[in-house]
């Protein structure tokens, strides 16, 4: 997850774009019977962050203007649900309630959006200086957001599964440090509830996190996760997204979340510098973000699907 720039024209022309619709739909490599294991998004979308559920329904964030596209991961097709307010939208996830958490990168903000309707619930504004909202995960009562910028993390306390008036800043304190670059990024709980997880993009390291703000550097057995991005636990399994890589570590954790050992990396021909994943099924889909590829309102963007290793 990066930062972005870019004109006023082109964000105006990449508007229209996505207001038309773009190339969205299914691709064509689908075959009858199946889903579609490659999902057009419209044309100069900028995709960053996604989130499945409830149901086979993606949701893909736009770094470009915040917009939401929904995808039915059954057919490929999908459209814009909730149009942005001009600033990213990152890391997401939905809740049981169908309710979608997202990270508001530079605009330094969250929101929580209806994902059947695509009305904004609720807004937060989490600081008002320099800001790199970055990734969001939900815990039992609480949803919890990193800031690449700021050595914070920003909580939701959900009591009841209601939304809070503000934001708590939690600071973090420990062996985490912050330098140049992207800090903390990708973000998960510990295999037994007890904690979080973070990677750092600039150094590769992995941190356990207290709820207090306490971090700890998680025992990667001189292993590496430069430029880890988005975070995805199954049991004590977790998928680290690599973007400029163009892989997914697969890391096999003890329970407390103190030691990852990574036991394979995979990657996919049509990776494009991916930027995070979400599973469903027996699948790992992942926006492609392109980092790499100078964005304008015609530039085609997928998100492609994997089998789960």
């Given at each position: 997850?990066?930062?972005?720039?870019?004109?006023?024209?082109?964000?105006?022309?990449?508007?229209l774009?996505?207001?038309?619709g773009?190339s969205?739909?299914?691709a064509?490599?689908?075959?009858?019977?199946t889903?579609?294991?490659?999902?057009?998004?419209?044309d100069?979308?900028?995709?960053?962050?996604i989130?499945?559920?409830?149901?086979p329904f993606?949701?893909?964030?736009?770094?470009?203007?915040?917009?939401?596209?929904?995808?039915?991961?059954r057919?490929?097709?999908?459209?814009i649900?909730?149009?942005?307010?001009?600033?990213?939208?990152?890391?997401?996830?939905?809740?049981?309630?169908?309710?979608?958490?997202?990270?508001?990168?530079t605009?330094?903000?969250?929101?929580?959006?209806?994902?059947?309707?695509?009305?904004?619930?609720?807004?937060y504004r989490?600081?008002?200086?320099?800001?790199f909202?970055?990734?969001?995960i939900?815990?039992?009562?609480a949803a919890?957001?990193t800031?690449?910028?700021?050595?914070?993390?920003?909580k939701?306390p959900?009591?009841?599964g209601?939304?809070?008036?503000?934001?708590?800043r939690?600071?973090?304190t420990?062996e985490?440090?912050?330098?140049?670059g992207?800090?903390?990024?990708?973000?998960?709980?510990?295999?037994?509830?007890?904690?979080?997880?973070?990677?750092q993009?600039?150094?590769?390291?992995l941190?356990?996190?207290d709820?207090?703000?306490?971090?700890?550097?998680?025992?990667?057995?001189g292993?590496?996760?430069?430029?880890?991005?988005?975070?995805l636990?199954?049991?004590r399994?977790?998928?680290?997204?690599?973007?400029?890589?163009?892989?997914?570590?697969?890391?096999?954790?003890?329970?407390?979340?103190?030691?990852?050992?990574?036991?394979?990396?995979?990657?996919?021909r049509?990776?494009?510098?991916?930027?995070?994943?979400?599973?469903?099924g027996?699948?790992?889909?992942?926006?492609?973000?392109?980092f790499d590829?100078s964005?304008t309102?015609?530039t085609?963007?997928?998100?492609?699907?994997i089998?789960?290793?």
């Open positions: 997850m990066r930062s972005i720039t870019g004109s006023g024209a082109i964000l105006a022309a990449l508007m774009a996505i207001t038309m773009g969205a739909g299914a064509a490599d689908r075959r009858a019977g889903s579609p294991t490659s999902i057009s998004l419209p100069g979308f900028q995709p960053e962050g989130a499945i559920g409830p149901g993606a949701f893909i964030g736009s770094m470009a203007d915040g917009s939401i596209y929904r995808a039915d991961l057919t490929g097709g999908g459209a649900i909730s149009r942005g307010p001009g600033t990213p939208s990152l890391g997401m996830k939905t809740d049981p309630r169908g309710r979608l958490f997202v990270a508001g990168g605009g330094g903000d969250a929101r929580v959006i209806d994902s059947r309707t695509g009305r904004v619930l609720a807004s989490l600081t008002t200086g320099p800001a909202v970055n990734d969001v939900l815990t039992q009562g919890w957001f800031d690449s910028t700021n050595p914070v993390l920003y939701l959900l009591r009841g209601r939304l809070p008036a503000a934001a708590v939690i600071p973090l420990g985490l440090v912050y330098g140049d992207f800090n903390a990024n990708g973000i998960t709980p510990t295999p037994d509830g007890r904690g979080l997880i973070v990677v993009s600039n150094t590769g390291d941190f356990r996190v709820r207090s703000g306490k971090t700890r550097r998680v025992n990667l057995h292993e590496s996760l430069r430029e880890g991005d988005g975070l636990l199954r049991g399994t977790l998928y680290a997204v690599q973007n400029g890589l163009n892989a997914v570590a697969v890391l096999r954790l003890d329970a407390a979340g103190t030691s990852g050992l990574v036991v394979r990396r995979v990657s996919d049509r990776f494009d510098v991916p930027a995070t994943v979400a599973a469903f027996t699948r790992l889909y992942l926006p492609n973000a392109r590829t964005p309102p015609t085609p963007y997928t998100a492609v699907a089998n789960r290793p």
